[in-house]
């Protein structure tokens, strides 16, 4: 709750369309096992790769079916024919998914492969379904024998009944009884609608009367044997309807199993799709994970600040810091609203969503650990319930952080000490701190206390950083500067706002000289370390601009020869657009494997990954065996190619018939397939002999 991972849930549950997926984002806890969270990354990874080269899954339909599974756990339960067809998409949509991955989706996707590995595609489902049912769910005439033969006497019965009916409403319509409804259906009987004082002129038996009783409904007597019949029959159709869904009821439950886990395995992609469509939306990336405790985070966002500061057009500045076994506790110090808690709950917040399995926005060459224990103290956690104050509450979460701290620990504590006494606190605070240290806990404190910001050259494992400020416009600058103390720039702001200068001056001499010299010595050391990173930024941008400049030069001097070089190139191997774009696509696929090989552990996989993408190789061997062979049997002609003349098609050098001429195209018989082949791809050949 202090670093609003139950905001980061609720737009992850934004994302779902099942209630599974729904109910697995509001369940969302951390996992400590480095295994299980790399796969969860993968997987998120691999279907934000998906989206992003608009590559299709198969997982469309919403489907949340508990309701109709756990009635087919209930023995003599029965279906509906919609929900059968529920079912049925079900069923479907796992076949999709299955047909998906081919043997290279296999490899390139392996972690969203994994989720059905242990599963297979049941067509019994569907068929079984399809037998009894149409398209609309209604059982189908052919279902049984039985209800063929009621179904078409029913036809037959409803016929008779409609000719006689019709020839009734004929006869009364003349003698001019006849309401403006006509006819109707009331009790399940076909009647008609006379007018209420003439309803003693018809024979038959009345079956009610509107509400202005005006008009009375009567089933003639003509009518009431077929009437009798059709009621019979349709009973007879209800029953056998309900024994053929029954029976396919218990068909059904013998595949519940397996339907539960189709059910399951749609409920987690719609899971990870959430997750893939929160990363593209926060910048999410997978950085490389690593088996020892580490924080080594390159443009960290916060999530949430991201997603604010995006809606308000304003930026947001990332944060680059790393603790390692030598240095794992970072002491933050600065002036406040300087964007100390917010550096402190970036970097909490994305650990957190990382144990998760969320991608995390950061850029993908940070590094991060998996901690057993994740600590934190921010803010103001005053007890009601024991009647605590905000120090007592802060000391004894500061006792439990001491008791069961180790090396597998990152804390949080936001204003470390605060609430005290400055000097009881301070001391309390150091000893706090050389504890963690002592323990090598993994961590990060905010503080305004002197004897805290000196602590990083007494005690190892303690390394100091400050929040940038602009001294001169009096503004944060949002930016966090690792190995040096920060001041609190008190009077400074003091000044700034205009306050009596007699007042500040007093202040300064209620303060400890020592102390005063040590923040205005804190204070010039990050303004000058301010002006030296400006103008190592101007001196950076000047080199750039040269080295620019002097490329700029070197391609016009050698434009001509470069464009020379590049049409021989071209004339030499001719080159085609399609071989262009796929090497271009030939270098991203190699990149991203290069990127997977450093990252992952498992080499073997990253292998298969490779020789699935150079399979080509072998396919070009192929084509040239092929191109050698057509050479020796044939000679290339110029000419006007007609219907039936041999050619070759220059694209895979196959030869064969023209059998017809199109606008720019020509259908081409390669033994006993019809080839639709563009013009500018063909050549007339002939055999050698016969040139010879």
């Given amino acids: 709750m202090q670093l609003e991972f139950d905001k980061v849930k609720v737009l992850l549950q934004e ?72 079912l049925r998409k079900l069923a479907e949509s796992m076949n999709s998914i299955v047909r998906f991955f081919d043997t290279d989706r296999r490899v390139t996707y392996w972690g969203l492969y994994s989720l059905i590995k242990e599963t297979h595609y049941e067509k019994k489902i569907v068929s079984q379904i399809d037998e009894v049912l149409d398209e609309t769910g209604q059982v189908r005439d052919n279902a049984t024998p039985e209800l063929a033969k009621i179904r078409t006497n029913l036809f037959r019965k409803r016929t008779e009944l409609r000719r006689v009916f019709d020839r009734i409403l004929g006869k ?38 509107s509400d202005t009783r005006r008009t009375a409904f009567l089933e003639p007597e003509e009518t009431i044997q077929l009437n009798n019949e059709v009621f019979s029959l349709e009973r007879d159709e209800q029953r056998e309807v309900y024994a053929i869904l029954k029976n396919l009821t218990a068909e059904m439950a013998r595949h519940q199993g397996l339907l539960q886990q189709y059910h399951t395995i749609l409920g987690i992609y719609d899971f990870i799709r ?127 952080f001491m008791e069961n701290a180790n090396g597998k620990t990152l804390f949080f504590i936001d204003e470390l000490g605060s609430g005290s006494d400055p000097n009881l606190g301070g001391a309390f605070a150091e000893v706090i701190m050389e504890e963690l240290a002592r323990k090598h806990a993994f961590g990060i404190v905010t503080t305004h206390y002197l004897n805290l910001k000196i602590m ?4 190892k494992g303690i390394v100091n950083a400050a929040m940038g400020f602009d001294e001169e416009n009096l503004l944060p600058m949002y930016k966090l500067l690792i190995g040096k103390p920060g001041s609190s720039y008190t009077f400074s702001i003091a000044q700034r706002i205009g306050m009596d200068p007699a007042l500040i001056n007093r202040a300064r001499k209620l303060v400890d000289d020592g102390h005063f010299r040590l923040d205005k010595l804190l204070n010039k050391a990050e303004q000058d370390l301010q002006k030296v990173e400006s103008k190592e930024k101007e001196l950076q941008k000047l080199l750039k601009e040269n080295e620019r400049l002097k490329k700029e030069y070197e391609i016009l001097s050698d434009k001509e020869r470069v464009q020379q070089q590049y049409t021989l190139l071209k004339l030499q191997n001719k080159i085609r657009e399609e071989e262009i774009i796929y ?63 041999r050619v070759k098609i220059r694209t895979n050098n196959q030869v064969g018939k023209v059998t017809e001429l199109r606008n720019k195209s020509a259908i081409v018989q390669i033994g006993n397939i019809p080839i639709n082949v563009k013009m500018s791809d063909l050549v007339l050949v002939q055999e050698r002999q016969k040139v010879e």
Avoid at 601 to 620: C, G, H, S, W, Y
Wanted: include cysteine.
């Fill in 15 to 86: 994302h779902c369309k099942t209630e599974l997926g729904k109910q697995m984002a509001e369940e969302l806890r951390l996992h400590t096992h480095i295994d299980y969270v790399k796969t969860a990354l993968q997987q998120a990874h691999e279907y934000k790769q998906l989206v992003l080269i608009q590559q299709h899954f198969p997982n469309d339909h919403v489907l949340n079916l508990k309701q109709e599974l756990r009635l087919l756990e209930i023995q003599g339960a029965v279906l509906a024919g919609e929900q059968f067809m529920q």
């Fill in 583 to 645: 090497l271009k696509d030939m270098e991203r696929k190699l990149k991203q494997i290069v990127f997977e090989w450093k990252r992952t552990d498992d080499k073997a996989k990253v292998i298969k990954q490779a020789e699935a993408l150079l399979f080509r190789k072998k396919e070009k061997s192929i084509n040239e065996k092929l191109q050698k062979k057509v050479q020796d049997k044939f000679v290339e002609l110029a000419g006007e190619i007609k219907v039936g003349d």
């Fill in 456 to 459: 990083a050259g007494k005690v």
């Fill in 172 to 209: 009364l319509q003349k003698q001019g009884y006849l309401a403006d409804i006509e006819e109707s259906f009331l009790n399940g009987r076909r009647v008609v609608a006379i007018f209420a004082e003439q309803k003693r002129m018809v024979k038959g038996i009345l079956h009610g009367e």
């Fill in 274 to 400: 959430a997750k893939a469509r929160l990363a593209l939306d926060i910048n999410g990336n997978y950085p490389m994970l690593v088996p020892h405790a580490q924080v080594h985070l390159v443009e960290a966002y916060h999530p949430l600040l991201l997603l604010y500061n995006r809606k308000q057009g304003k930026p947001t500045i990332p944060v680059n810091m790393t603790l390692n076994k030598d240095n794992h506790i970072l002491v933050i110090s600065g002036p406040n609203a300087g964007g100390k808690t917010v550096t402190l709950k970036t970097v909490g917040l994305i650990q957190l969503m990382l144990q998760a399995g969320l991608l995390v926005p950061v850029h993908p060459s940070s590094q991060l650990g998996i901690f057993r224990n994740l600590m934190i103290h921010i803010g103001d956690t005053q007890s009601l319930e024991f009647e605590l104050s905000t120090y007592s509450s802060h000391l004894k979460n500061m006792k439990y």
